[in-house]
């Protein structure tokens, strides 16, 4: 392998070549090796509105000036809905289009490449770590969708796959490349320490919320009740947070879980119910739909459950929608009624 700042052989100023950077172990191992084989690099990180936590931008910025490489910070949510609502190549375990996304992250890599100018676009997949995403049918199938061909490298397991643009172009030799492939994380954790790339998280399947059977479970519920093609961003952004019911094809409740949540459910407030407890301490609760009085009120007693009002005596509970509010007031749900596991969604 070349040694970092090496200068590739026949070429005056260095190929410029888009890595893509999810802020994990292995698209930050392919952007180094890229890096050490000369090449000047540009991270690339695409927000598709599924990612797992918070700060995933400060985490790939950081890790951006941790491997001394520029990063783009792209907003693709809009363009990724249209794939979680009907993927060409089907779901895996969940509700995670695997395929489909990679072809069109990397879709995406091959507009910023011609962007910058740049010659081709490295990946970390490696072959054989993921069953739907990266065997070797479905590597070679996202290079051919996403229109990249031998411009799209993976140089974690460049050895065992197809030849690649810069080799033709005699930038590199095949053995630069590594020869990893499967599940394990030994090799690279280890190439990790040895160039200095400090601390990674954990990649076990956490990162993704389309993984996440809660998640997708909303989702297809969401699917039955709303239609794939009405739900909207925000609908799949209120499907993270609370505790979701289906009450009737009607109506659905969420209700917060903690005050962080409650004061994230305030701002889907718009063309929804938004129920609360003025004179108690309780959990703020949205009803979705077009819940009838009767369903308002099991709502009601629904989010109560979840509020400190005593179980036997009846609670405030104010409803309100735009301009429309009353204040009604219902006994609790008991913890113990069954209706409560019945209605919840994915838990
Ligand atoms: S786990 Fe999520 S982000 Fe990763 S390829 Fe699958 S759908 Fe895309």
């Given at each position: 392998m070349l040694a970092a700042g090496s200068i590739i052989r026949g070429v005056a100023t260095s190929p410029r070549v888009i890595a893509l950077l999810s802020g994990g172990l292995d698209s930050a191992l392919a952007c180094a090796l890229t890096q050490r084989l000369g090449f000047d690099v540009v991270g690339l990180n695409l927000a598709?509105?599924?990612?797992?936590?918070?700060?995933r931008c400060e985490t790939v910025l950081a890790l951006g000036q941790r491997l001394g490489v520029p990063v783009r910070l792209l907003d693709v949510a809009s363009d990724y809905i249209p794939i979680v609502r009907a993927p060409k190549h089907g779901y895996g375990s969940?509700?995670?289009p695997c395929l489909d996304c990679r072809i069109f992250m990397v879709g995406k890599a091959r507009e910023v490449m011609r962007e910058e100018g740049a010659a081709f676009v490295v990946t970390g997949e490696v072959l054989g770590q993921r069953p739907m995403s990266q065997h070797r049918r479905a590597l070679d199938l996202v290079a051919e969708e996403s229109g990249l061909g031998e411009r799209l490298v993976r140089p974690l397991s460049g050895r065992l796959l197809g030849p690649t643009f810069p080799e033709r172009m005699g930038w590199v030799r095949r053995q630069d490349w590594l020869d990893i492939q499967g599940r394990s994380r030994k090799r690279q954790l280890a190439l990790a320490q040895a160039w200095g790339l400090g601390e990674f998280r954990q990649p076990s399947g956490g990162c993704c919320l389309l993984l996440e059977k809660t998640y997708a479970c909303r989702v297809r519920d969401a699917f039955r009740h709303k239609g794939k093609e009405a739900l909207t961003a925000e609908d799949f952004a209120l499907l993270r947070y609370g505790r979701h019911f289906r009450l009737s094809p009607a109506a659905k409740v969420v209700v917060g879980r903690d005050e962080q949540e409650n004061a994230v459910l305030g701002g889907f407030a718009h063309g929804r119910w938004l129920l609360s407890f003025p004179e108690v301490p309780g959990p703020l609760a949205v009803v979705e739909g077009n819940p009838s009085p009767e369903e308002l009120e099991l709502a009601a007693a629904l989010a109560a459950r979840y509020s400190d009002a005593p179980r036997e005596g009846p609670v405030k509970v104010r409803l309100a929608r735009n301009d429309e509010a009353e204040e009604i007031m219902v006994i609790p749900f008991d913890p113990a009624d069954p209706r409560i596991k019945l209605w919840m969604l994915g838990e």
């Open positions: 598709t509105g599924f990612c797992v936590g918070q700060g969940a509700m995670n």
